[in-house]
């Protein structure tokens, strides 16, 4: 699958990328695994290299996820400035891994995009 946003990386997600002000919103839909992880830590870096003052990842149509989809998101932290890193999610899939291992504590979890956004 390709990404329905121009200049983004083509991975086996679906990713899209709309920005909103300053804050880019980043929607992926598909299973985040061992496979597909280095292809969404691409399509992040390429987000990042535009210089958001905010990053919301909205996993709400991620069926899975594993610990390296946590590295990337970790990664992302790292490279942001504090609390400039949300995850919109909806579901135990996504949002269990985060407070699992208390990622959760350093990248916001939110419900909607709205609500990260603010």
């Known amino acids: 699958m390709t990404p329905s946003t121009p200049d983004l990386p083509a991975t086996e997600l679906a990713v899209t990328l ?3 002000g300053r804050a880019a919103v980043l929607a992926v839909a598909g299973e985040i695994d061992l496979v597909s992880a280095p292809e ?6 390429v987000v990042l290299a535009r210089g958001p003052e905010k990053l919301v990842v909205d996993l709400r149509e991620v069926t899975f996820f594993c610990s390296a989809g946590l590295q990337v998101l970790a990664a992302a932290h790292r490279r942001l400035a504090e609390r400039a890193l949300c995850v919109v999610s909806d579901s135990p ?8 291992t208390g990622l959760d504590t350093w ?3 939110h419900p909607t995009v709205d609500e990260a956004l603010t």
């Open 18 to 20: 709309d920005w909103r």
């Open 107 to 109: 990248i916001g979890v």
């Open 93 to 100: 899939v996504t949002s269990g891994p985060l407070k699992t």
């Open 40 to 45: 969404f830590g691409e399509v992040v870096d």
